[in-house]
């Protein structure tokens, strides 16, 4: 599986889970309760996202740091903005409760997406004339 | 009367040494090595403006045959791992000589003092591969051992010294003179007879060398048990090829069980840990995490 469809498959799988995890965080807040398959679904984009431009990132380098550290960065960025968009839409903004675990997932992604993805093929050589 | 120094008088007793390559185009520079049928000299091809290694027979009439046979076994290996040979000849004293690349390095095991285990695996497993592309061509090197392998600059590898190869198909009479090296010589050569699992042998030997550099711990015993394997003395209990080696020895690179060791459980967990370990800790720092904001809410 080429980086970027590894990044996009993996980052959907754990977004659906992170989201998921909300159950468990708040098990009796009803606002999650009757939110909770926005929130799956916010999640899984979220993860999507995170693991498309981590696997264009991984095909582009040669360093397994370099990857989880580009992961760590997206995971909190995007998970940063949604806490921003909570915040613009008057709700109480969780930036530790969603940028933490989004931060790790993006190191799991980078990781991943890094160590198992299969690299990009180089381009031929011109012929020796 | 007038004094010459020691130096210079080494130097001309040298410059005597040198055959008469007058007649051809090739200069010779310096000796290199020596072997049990003949000198290498360093050398330059005047036509083509290059360095060479040139290979000459001990004395006229010498080793006509072997020397002639070790050209043509390189001559037929095309592979990054062998030398190539350019030109064969005569000299005007009789004497046999073949030219070849010249190579550029140190011996496995002066490279292999100075560089991690995995390094040293990675320049073992180009070996295997030489010695595999020679086996599939039907010719058995017989004289396998670190003096043999030179490392290049960018840890490219050259198995040198074919003077004892043969072809796989010789009858076994032609063998019957003892060839080899104390210590990687296969048992069964010390009979006369070889096939592909005395290379296998002397492998095993040299990958033994390669371990020892490393302190005695329970995760190269997976490395010990594939030392034992191959350098079994009967031919019949060893990996039957050198590609069944070189794929063991990879297994264990890439944190894998390999075939001739008999993992017990604890093991294989404590294997499992070390070649997942940057995931398991990625995985439980993610679940810690949880359970923290969890207890904090």
Redesign the interface.
């Known amino acids: 599986m080429s980086k970027p469809v590894l990044g996009l498959v993996l980052g959907g799988v754990l977004g659906i889970f992170d989201g998921l995890?909300a159950l468990?965080?708040?098990p009796h807040d009803p606002a999650i309760r009757a939110g909770i398959v926005g929130i799956v679904v916010g999640s899984t984009m979220k993860g999507i996202l995170t693991g498309v431009i981590i696997g264009w990132f991984a095909r582009r380098t040669q360093s397994?740091a370099a990857g989880?550290v580009f992961g760590l960065a997206v995971g909190l960025a995007l998970a940063g903005c949604v806490s921003l968009i909570q915040k613009l839409a008057g709700q109480p903004p969780y930036y530790?409760?969603i940028m933490?675990?989004g931060g790790?997932?993006g190191?799991?992604v980078g990781?991943?997406t890094f160590?198992y993805g299969v690299p990009a093929p180089r381009l031929a050589r011109p012929a020796q004339s | 009367m007038t004094w010459i120094s020691d130096r210079a008088l080494e130097s001309l007793r040298g410059m005597a040494d040198l055959p008469d390559f007058s007649g051809t185009r090739y200069d010779i520079e310096e000796e290199i090595g020596r072997g049990g049928m003949g000198v290498v000299f360093r050398g330059r091809d005047r036509e083509l403006a290059r360095d060479v290694a040139v290979k000459v027979t001990w004395w006229p009439g010498s080793d006509v045959e072997a020397l002639g046979a070790e050209a043509r076994v390189l001559a037929a290996l095309d592979h990054p791992g062998i030398v190539p040979v350019h030109d064969v000849g005569r000299l005007p004293d009789g004497r046999t000589y073949y030219v070849m690349a010249i190579v550029r390095g140190e011996r496995l095991d002066v490279r292999a003092s100075r560089v991690s285990l995995s390094d040293r695996l990675r320049l073992f497993d180009r070996v295997c591969d030489t010695i595999a592309f020679a086996h599939a061509r039907g010719i058995l090197h017989r004289d396998l051992k670190p003096a043999n392998i030179m490392v290049g600059a960018f840890a490219d590898v050259r198995v040198l010294d074919w003077g004892l190869a043969r072809m796989r198909s010789e009858p076994t009479g032609a063998m019957t003179h003892v060839a080899g090296t104390e210590g990687y010589m296969a048992p069964e050569q010390t009979r006369g007879i070889a096939d592909e699992r005395s290379d296998v042998y002397a492998l095993g030997a040299i990958l033994r060398g390669l371990v020892a550099l490393e302190p005695s711990s329970r995760a190269l015993r997976p490395l010990d048990s594939i030392v034992t394997h191959a350098t079994a003395d009967d031919p019949a209990s060893r990996y039957p090829d050198v590609q069944s080696l070189a794929a063991d020895v990879r297994r264990f690179v890439d944190g894998h069980a390999v075939e001739a060791h008999r993992e017990p459980p604890l093991e294989r967990i404590a294997r499992f840990a070390r070649t997942y370990r940057?995931?398991i800790a990625?995985?439980l720092?993610?679940l810690v995490?949880?359970v923290v904001?969890?207890l904090?809410?």
């Open positions: 995890s468990v965080s708040a397994l989880i530790w409760q933490l675990p790790i997932l190191m799991i990781y991943a160590t | 940057t995931a990625l995985v720092a993610y995490m949880r904001l969890l904090w809410d």
